[in-house]
């Protein structure tokens, strides 16, 4: 089980740490896995160690100790190999201003050792996906913020990678192109096959795209997993229900609730509507425990706790603790 | 940690990128076209000059470099002049710029090494200056053609080549200068000031505190000052470079330098020397200033190989 987990891995990052000559600790015995096709998101406040980790993963700053394995190479041993099958979208990609949109993304796929042919069909299959083609050969001073976005995914699209890792790729961007640009890396997975790393700090993005997240402080990370497990770690498993009942007459609705088995707490939040702690989804026993005391149901809602809510306990546990 | 990859892999597309980025700036317009418009005043001058003065030389050529009749220098003046501000203007922002138009994650995140970065914009600009410098260089020879109605001889074309190698380096030289302030430097005002700060101080002043050091260690009017400050002067890139076209250009000179009796005992004054023995009398000069090209480039690859991106 453990080797075919393993295999599945695209990147393994074993203790993994980051000190800079001053002592600073970046990264400290940092271990994530990815898997093929999954898309993990990284979340943390700024200088978590995010940017670090990445960079470390691509070849571009060494680690202080630990090991790094994409896709069974060692960036630090075969850096080219590695940056030719990972492509990399910082969260403040810049272009040569004076070259057109063509001419830039011509100048990396040049990196790349394909022919004249083979560049051109993929820029123009690349730019066609972002909408891109009527603007192309303008320079690309003449580019919009979010056409700048556009054009740096473009360049992913160009790599073909196997691994894309996008930091923050849809900042300062309108709704509509946020969500265009979120379907597009959905696409990425689900057509391209590609293991996305994508760190962002909008975590309803995070979350509607995330199969997996990372949770980042001072250099490690403590908690990974779905949102779900996360919240289960860090809410001790509970959920709460929302029920919605009709015309009570003289039922006393939370004294049959909690009669229940599962059920911890129970909140009036306003007439007809009760909130319920239960440790684990139990509203067929909630329906007919109502149904069966004549009480009219009109809806029941399992609240899930959304990543924000992860987030925000985590980092308040995080800072109580210091 | 040894390398499995191909060292220079990236380096012929860093290095046409950085050509034609060069060459198709409008500071590097506005350059080359101050160098062939000030060229073709000295030439015209020197051309005109050479009508009136010269009866009788077999190195009319190389006289296009350095005759000049006042108010216009000779092309030679012009050129220790315009070189080195060319040789800055190319690199003071060779680097930085990347930093700060927030390019140079994205290129390296691409599949090079990060030295082929540098490596690539020092041979983008030994190209575009290259282009530029022969391009004058043809212009002299085919002034020469035309108003004298001589082709010029072997020997003059290989001085002449000499000397274009001469300038090349020279302005190589700054642009590494300037290259190197552009790697330690985030802010492009702050390496184009110390660059052409450091240019001033080399060019200007350091005539007058390599005399002043020399005079007040060795004492005024002394063969060891005088030797001091040869020495002291030859620090410059400017003595070197200067040196090197004097031997070049005006094949009479048979010592650069303080000048010793020994050294005129059994000499022909006057007579030029073969082209090998201007050679031989400029290779420390030359060395020196290859060995300068080399120093600034190790430098400004150390320093960028370990700065954090």
Redesign the interface.
């Known amino acids: 089980m453990a080797t075919e987990r393993q295999s599945a891995n695209v990147v393994t990052l074993r203790n993994l740490s980051k000190i800079?000559g001053n002592n600073t600790v970046a990264v400290d015995s940092l271990s994530l896995e990815l898997r093929k096709g999954e898309v993990f998101g990284i979340l943390g406040p700024n200088g978590a160690g995010k940017t670090t980790t990445i960079?470390m993963m691509?070849g571009?700053?060494?680690p202080t100790s630990g090991s790094i394995d994409i896709l069974g190479m060692d960036p630090?041993?075969?850096?080219?190999?590695v940056?030719?099958n990972?492509?990399?979208m910082?969260d403040?990609?810049?272009?040569?201003?004076?070259m057109s949109g063509y001419e830039n993304l011509d100048?990396?796929a040049?990196?790349?050792?394909l022919g004249y042919d083979e560049r051109r069909s993929r820029i123009l299959a690349a730019v066609s996906r972002m909408r891109l083609e009527h603007r192309l050969s303008d320079r690309v001073r003449t580019y919009s913020h979010g056409m700048k976005r556009r054009l740096a995914l473009a360049?992913v699209l160009v790599k073909r990678p196997a691994i894309a890792i996008l930091d923050e790729p849809t900042q300062g961007l309108d709704p509509h192109s946020t969500a265009e640009f979120l379907t597009l890396i959905r696409s990425l997975k689900k057509e391209e096959g590609m293991s996305v790393i994508l760190a962002s700090h909008h975590l309803d993005e995070v979350q509607s795209i995330c199969d997996r997240v990372g949770l980042f402080h001072a250099g490690r990370m403590d908690l990974s997993g779905t949102v779900d497990e996360l919240a289960t770690r860090l809410f001790g498993g509970k959920m709460e229900v929302v029920v919605e009942v009709g015309e009570t007459g003289n039922r006393d609705v939370a004294k049959i609730l909690g009669t229940i088995d599962g059920v911890s707490h129970i909140l009036q939040e306003k007439e007809g509507v009760y909130r319920v702690t239960v440790d684990s989804d139990i509203r067929p026993g909630i329906a007919s425990a109502l149904v069966d005391s004549d009480v009219a149901l009109y809806s029941m809602d399992v609240h899930r706790h959304t990543l924000d809510a992860v987030y925000q306990a985590y980092y308040k546990e995080v800072h109580d603790a210091a | 940690?040894?390398?499995?990859?191909?060292a220079l892999?990236?380096l012929r597309?860093v290095a046409v990128?950085e050509l034609q980025?060069f060459t198709g700036s409008a500071r590097m317009v506005i350059l080359t076209a101050l160098i062939l418009i000030t060229a073709a005043s000295s030439l015209y001058t020197a051309t005109n000059t050479m009508k009136t003065v010269v009866s009788e030389d077999e190195f009319l050529l190389l006289s296009l470099f350095t005759l000049s009749r006042n108010p216009v220098p000779s092309l030679l003046s012009f050129l220790s002049f315009l070189v080195p501000l060319t040789g800055i203007a190319m690199g003071f922002d060779v680097v930085n710029s990347e930093f700060q138009?927030?390019?140079l994650?994205?290129?390296?995140?691409?599949?090079?090494?990060r030295d082929v970065l540098l490596f690539g914009k020092a041979v983008g600009a030994l190209g575009a200056m290259a282009v530029v410098l022969l391009a004058l260089w043809m212009l002299v020879i085919g002034s020469a053609m035309l108003v004298l109605g001589l082709p010029p001889s072997t020997e003059q074309v290989a001085r002449a080549l000499a000397f274009y190698g001469v300038t090349l380096a020279f302005g190589m030289f700054w642009f590494l200068v300037a290259m190197f302030f552009s790697v330690v430097f985030r802010q492009q005002a702050t390496s184009a000031l110390v660059s052409l700060g450091l240019w001033l101080l080399l060019t200007v002043f350091w005539s007058m505190i390599a005399q002043v050091v020399a005079t007040a260690v060795g004492g005024v009017g002394s063969f060891q000052a005088a030797r001091l400050e040869v020495l002291l002067s030859r620090i410059s890139p400017n003595t070197l470079f200067a040196e090197s076209a004097l031997a070049l250009l005006s094949p009479s000179t048979r010592t650069l330098g303080v000048v010793m009796f020994t050294q005129l005992e059994g000499a022909l004054m006057g007579s030029p020397l073969p082209f090998g023995q201007s050679l031989l009398l400029i290779w420390p000069q030359l060395s020196a200033l290859v060995a300068l090209l080399v120093l600034l480039f190790t430098a400004s690859y150390v320093v960028f190989q370990r700065q954090?991106?």
């Open positions: 800079y960079r691509l571009l700053t060494e630090l041993r075969t850096p080219l190999e940056k030719r990972v492509a990399y910082p403040d990609m810049g272009f040569y201003e004076d100048y990396t040049r990196f790349l050792g360049e | 940690m040894r390398r499995n990859d191909s892999r990236g597309v990128k980025d138009n927030r390019t994650k994205r290129v390296l995140s691409q599949p090079i090494h954090e991106l």
